[in-house]
């Protein structure tokens, strides 16, 4: 599929999968080797990314795994946001930055203030909470994406395709409505999903690209992965290897990934069929 997403005035090609490596600025994210906390970490894993060949960097501050994380106050995850994106900005001012926030008016000053160029928000505009909390947010994320005109990740918290389409549908409509363009759809592995509902997903993905948008997944060393293997996050590279393959079989164009090298790899190879 043919997709192009707007970045600061320049159109992105995603005919060809790219992918997006994860830099935490968090204490608990739940891949402990994902957490960067001091100014040499976050300058090391954004340098190690772009030179890995991910072609965005998605930072977040603020862990949304399932069961279990600390909840952030918005002031402590904007403060985190700032100090995390100037680094970046600073290392790699060439690079697609996202950042990873379900609040509208954290997303807004990454953009505004802190150079963000893309929204990846894990709520799906605000329709579940976080870490088992409900959201109380000032400000609408859909009505912020439109007005910052940014590309903006959809992620779904459905637990069924059928569900998710749904409601993929019904928001897509609204965002067109209010003048955003550039929408990436997420079919949000790992959340408000049992083990099987997400390989029931996963197994029919390609009826996503009916939406004609271009797809994000991001199952990097999942719980789905693990313990289906009986292992931990450790050591589910390999799993993630063989679901991110799959993925991009079915039209994934975005990888969003702990191990940068491994993916762009597997894209590298896709290319040959």
Same mark, same amino acid.
């Given at each position: 599929?043919?997709?192009?997403?707007?970045?600061?005035?320049?159109?992105?090609?995603?005919?060809?999968?790219? &992918?997006?490596?994860?830099? +935490?600025?968090? $204490?608990?994210s739940?891949?402990?080797?994902?957490?960067?906390?001091?100014?040499?970490?976050?300058?090391?894993?954004?340098?190690?990314?772009?030179?890995?060949?991910?072609?965005?960097?998605?930072?977040?501050?603020f862990?949304?795994?399932?069961?279990? /994380?600390?909840?952030?106050?918005?002031?402590?995850?904007?403060?985190?946001?700032?100090?995390?994106?100037?680094?970046?900005?600073?290392?790699?001012?060439d690079?697609?930055?996202?950042?990873?926030?379900?609040? $509208?008016?954290?997303?807004?000053?990454?953009?505004?203030?802190?150079?963000?160029?893309?929204?990846?928000? &894990?709520?799906?505009?605000?329709?579940?909470?976080?870490?088992?909390?409900?959201?109380?947010?000032?400000?609408?994320?859909?009505?912020?994406? /439109?007005?910052?005109?940014?590309?903006?990740?959809?992620?779904?918290?459905? $637990?069924?395709?059928?569900?998710m389409?749904?409601?993929?549908?019904?928001?897509v409509?609204?965002? #067109?409505?209010?003048?955003?363009?550039?929408?990436?759809?997420? $079919?949000?592995?790992?959340?408000?999903?049992?083990?099987?509902? +997400?390989?029931?997903?996963?197994?029919?993905?390609?009826?996503?690209?009916?939406?004609?948008?271009?797809?994000? &997944?991001?199952?990097?060393?999942k719980?789905?992965?693990?313990?289906?293997?009986?292992?931990?996050?450790?050591?589910?590279?390999?799993?993630?290897t063989?679901? +991110?393959?799959?993925?991009?079989?079915k039209?994934?164009s975005?990888?969003?990934? #702990?191990?940068?090298?491994?993916?762009?790899?597997?894209?590298?190879?896709l290319r040959?069929?």
């Amino acid at each position: 599929m043919q997709y192009t997403i707007n970045v600061r005035g320049q159109l992105i090609d995603l005919s060809q999968p790219m &992918v997006m490596g994860i830099l +935490n600025a968090t $204490p608990d994210s739940f891949y402990s080797g994902s957490r960067k906390q001091t100014e040499a970490e976050i300058a090391d894993r954004a340098n190690q990314i772009i030179a890995e060949g991910g072609r965005i960097i998605d930072v977040g501050a603020f862990s949304t795994r399932p069961g279990g /994380a600390d909840v952030v106050s918005m002031e402590e995850e904007t403060a985190r946001l700032k100090r995390a994106l100037q680094i970046v900005r600073r290392e790699q001012p060439d690079a697609i930055v996202s950042v990873d926030t379900y609040r $509208p008016l954290v997303a807004r000053r990454c953009v505004e203030e802190f150079g963000a160029d893309m929204i990846n928000d &894990v709520s799906e505009g605000g329709l579940t909470g976080i870490v088992g909390q409900a959201i109380h947010e000032e400000g609408d994320m859909f009505e912020t994406v /439109a007005r910052l005109g940014v590309p903006y990740i959809l992620m779904s918290v459905q $637990p069924t395709l059928e569900k998710m389409m749904l409601g993929f549908a019904e928001e897509v409509q609204r965002l #067109h409505s209010l003048g955003a363009k550039d929408i990436i759809l997420d $079919p949000g592995y790992g959340f408000g999903k049992t083990l099987e509902q +997400n390989y029931e997903i996963m197994k029919h993905s390609e009826r996503l690209l009916e939406f004609g948008l271009p797809v994000l &997944v991001g199952i990097s060393r999942k719980s789905m992965i693990y313990k289906l293997l009986g292992v931990d996050p450790t050591t589910s590279l390999n799993g993630t290897t063989v679901l +991110n393959t799959i993925s991009l079989q079915k039209g994934a164009s975005i990888l969003r990934v #702990h191990d940068v090298k491994e993916a762009v790899e597997a894209t590298q190879l896709l290319r040959k069929f």
